[in-house]
């Protein structure tokens, strides 16, 4: 069974930053693209990061320069490093894995205040 568990969300004011981080189970991060989705009220899902097998990252606009994807082969765990946060990147933060994004964790809420 594959689980996605996300942590590191919280309330920050807007410059500051938050990491989060995504640690699986039952699947081999490594052996598997995974990426960072959010979705604020109203909004569609949209993916903000992603990496690789190979370590390749991509980014939305909106956040390049700003956020960073990362991962820690040892210890199975993708991070999302969000720093410069404005009060439009609230939302809550999705970890996904796997082909076609098969595999999901249940989200962390990230809200930033102006």
């Known amino acids: 069974q594959v689980q996605l568990v996300e942590s590191g969300g919280g309330l920050v004011q807007a410059g500051g930053s938050l990491r989060l981080s995504c640690v ?3 699947i ?3 052996l598997n693209a995974s990426g960072w989705y959010r979705q604020a009220p109203g ?3 949209e993916l903000v990061a992603s990496i690789s097998t ?3 990252t991509n980014y939305a606009d909106s ?3 700003r956020f960073t994807i990362s991962r820690d082969n040892a210890k199975n765990t993708v991070y999302l490093q969000m720093n410069s946060l404005k009060p439009e990147d609230t939302a809550v933060y999705y970890c996904s894995a796997g082909a076609g ?3 999901w964790g ?5 809200t ?3």
């Open 63 to 65: 956040v390049k320069g």
């Open 24 to 26: 699986a189970s039952g």
């Open 54 to 56: 190979g370590g390749r």
């Open 101 to 103: 994004w098969r595999y």
């Open 112 to 114: 930033v205040s102006s």
């Open 43 to 45: 909004k569609q899902r």
């Open 106 to 110: 249940q989200g962390t809420q990230v």
């Open 28 to 30: 081999v991060f490594r």
